[in-house]
């Protein structure tokens, strides 16, 4: 019998992930990147002994394809993907790949904000409670590499839309949509209605045994869910209204979680603080107690867990001025978050790649909050046209060091200096991690 050929498209943490398990099953496997390796998933290849080519995609060796599995990051509108799709060349992503051969229960997080964040809360709270757990998908190692090398019980996978845009057969056995507010919709034709369809295959395939949880206050959400038939069990929060199955804010200081043995938590007993981490640990609660994990154990994880570097990050306090890392805020929404927690008068970084961004839903908060914008990206003139009648000042700049080096001069004791950029980095940094990562090597050089 004719082995089946696998190529992989992307040779990046999925895609070498991938490679390594498609090889372990047995199969022909072939890995493509049009852009350059990095070293380190070069050196796995090698290891591994598994064939690739960078920098190009040679079609005689992937039309030749059984299946094909696509990196998250490559759009379907590539010309090698849309020729795959003309041969009717089933494609799919790195998730789905690997769910083939696990059994182990996964617990599905996606929403447009807050994804990282809940992802690794449930991990803390699903490990402290003795659970055998694996992290992955759009954070940690590669879901596919762990299913060939580890032998977790349980996942608990961050899961972007466009993993989920590839995934047909998957289920999730927990699925988690925290939000749907515009991000991406470059990818989406710009129709949120697009994009908030394909936050909805997160609940595909699920059973009346599976388990939904969704936030109540989200308009997209409650209207996406208008156009699907929902099988499985369903818990929601909320911090409007009361919940009769999930979480709800009780005399706005503290949680109310109704399920079996229900608890409260105090907001001032979260680690995490800010009203959309109250969304977060609700729903990381939920999930919990879903799985039948003691209050104590929940309590108590809530209120240790230590959020991820370049999501409101701490950085320094010079000269009574607070400097805060927010590079992880990507998209406008993101940013609305940041400075909804804000206290103290705002110096805010904005800028970068813009996704077709609506400044609009800022607008309030940086009048009341925003004292000046420093933009850092090539392209800023939409953040002028947003805000020009709404600060007295917008300047320019086009490294971290500048912009940092800026706001040093315009902030006043008590000010905080927010990095929250409403956009993609691409423009100027390898990636939001560089981003943030040079301006707190900025910031510790004042």
Partial sequence: MKQKRIVILGAGESGVGAALLAQKQGFDVFVSDFGGIAERYKKQLLDLGI?????????????????????PGISSTVPIVSALQLKKTPIISEIEFAKRYTNAKVICITGSNGKSTTTLLTYHILKNGGLNVGLAGNIGHSFAAQVATENFDFYVLEISSFMLDDM??????????????????????????KYAASKMRIIQNQTPEDVFIYCQDDEETIKALQNVGIKAKKYTFSIKEEVEAGAFLEKENKIQFNLPKPFTMALSDLALQGKHNIYNSMASGIVAKVLELRNETIRESMGTFQNIPHRLELVAKISDVTYINDSKATNVNATWYALESMTAPVVLILGGVDKGNDY?????????????????????KRIHDAFEDEVEVIVNTFTAHEAVQMAYH????????LLSPACASFDLFKNFEDRGDQFKTAVKEL
């Fill in 51 to 71: 064939p690739f080519e960078e920098k190009k995609h040679t079609p005689e060796l992937i039309f030749n394809a059984d299946e094909v599995i696509k990196s």
């Fill in 168 to 193: 047909y057969d998957f289920k999730a056995d927990v699925a988690v949509l925290l939000n749907i507010t515009p991000d991406h919709l470059d990818r989406y034709e710009y129709k949120i209605e």
């Fill in 360 to 380: 609009e839903m800022l607008r309030d908060l940086v009048k009341n909050k925003v004292k000046a914008i420093i933009c850092l990206g090539k392209d800023c």
């Fill in 410 to 417: 315009i902030a006043k004791k008590g000010d905080t200096v």
